[in-house]
């Protein structure tokens, strides 16, 4: 069964981005393995609250201009 866990931060794509990464992951997947693979495919988008993660050493705060607006 393949498994993507995507993690990307809080408000940085809207619901229908989502949706067309979830498709576009299980289409990558479907293109590797084959077929077979799609009914048991499993793609996780997970978001993370502003000040859950950091990089270089720096807690990450998304700028309010990047944040989508629905």
């Known amino acids: 069964m393949p498994f993507a ?3 990307l931060p809080q408000a940085a794509l ?3 981005q989502k949706e067309d990464l ?3 992951t299980t289409a990558m997947f479907v293109d590797f393995f084959g ?3 799609r009914p048991t495919t499993m793609v996780l988008v997970e978001e993370v609250a502003d000040g859950g993660y950091g990089r270089a050493d720096e807690v990450f705060v998304i700028p309010e201009a990047y944040r989508v607006k629905e």
């Open 5 to 7: 866990n995507i993690k």
């Open 14 to 16: 809207s619901k229908a």
């Open 22 to 24: 979830i498709h576009r």
């Open 35 to 37: 077929e077979g693979v």
